[in-house]
């Protein structure tokens, strides 16, 4: 993809998102790949997106975090979220990779890295999976079919910050 194609795509994901937290759109989660998972961000849970830029290492800090940026003036804790999941870190971040902030609302200095910003998704564009084993963590969702018959699971936020193991970054 050309870096003005990028650019617009961003550009349009950023208005639909903004559209969609303000009520005005169907659209209900952020789309994204972290390693092998395939989630699904709640909108109303999910803050602003940026580009990867890398954190200040913190010493003796889980695998999963790696470390603090300040993104626009709010010093984060970025997580890894596909090794947060026990997904590996393996991956170094690439031109599609991203960081999700949290909703301010949430009160979350965080933001995730993600590999790949899919889009926005309704409920409508997913059926339950019957064949999907039980959500191993409460922040975790019921398993979803995609019209394609891809696996994706919504990632609540909230309870995320919540997590015992998020908070514990050392």
Do not use: K
Not at 114 to 127: K, M, N, W, Y
Not at 148 to 159: I, K, M, S, T, V
């Amino acid at each position: 993809m050309q870096r003005t194609d990028l650019i617009a795509f961003q550009g349009r994901l950023a208005e639909r998102l903004q559209l969609a937290q303000q009520g005005a759109a169907e659209s209900r989660w952020l789309a994204v790949l972290a390693g092998d998972a395939r989630l699904l961000l709640p909108l109303a849970q999910a803050g602003e997106i940026s580009a990867y830029a890398q954190p200040t290492v913190l010493p003796h800090a889980q695998p999963w975090f790696l470390g603090l940026l300040n993104l626009r003036g709010e010093l984060c804790g970025i997580v890894d979220l596909a090794a947060f999941l026990g997904g590996g870190s393996g991956a170094r971040p690439s031109a599609r990779s991203r960081l999700v902030q949290f909703a301010p609302s949430l009160d979350t200095n965080a933001a995730l890295l993600i590999d790949h910003l899919a889009g926005l998704r309704t409920p409508g564009q997913f059926v339950v999976d019957p064949l999907a084993p039980p959500a191993a963590e409460p922040w975790l969702g019921a398993g979803l079919l995609d019209g394609d018959g891809l696996r994706w699971r919504e990632l609540n936020l909230a309870l995320l910050a919540d997590d015992t193991r998020f908070l514990q970054i050392v």
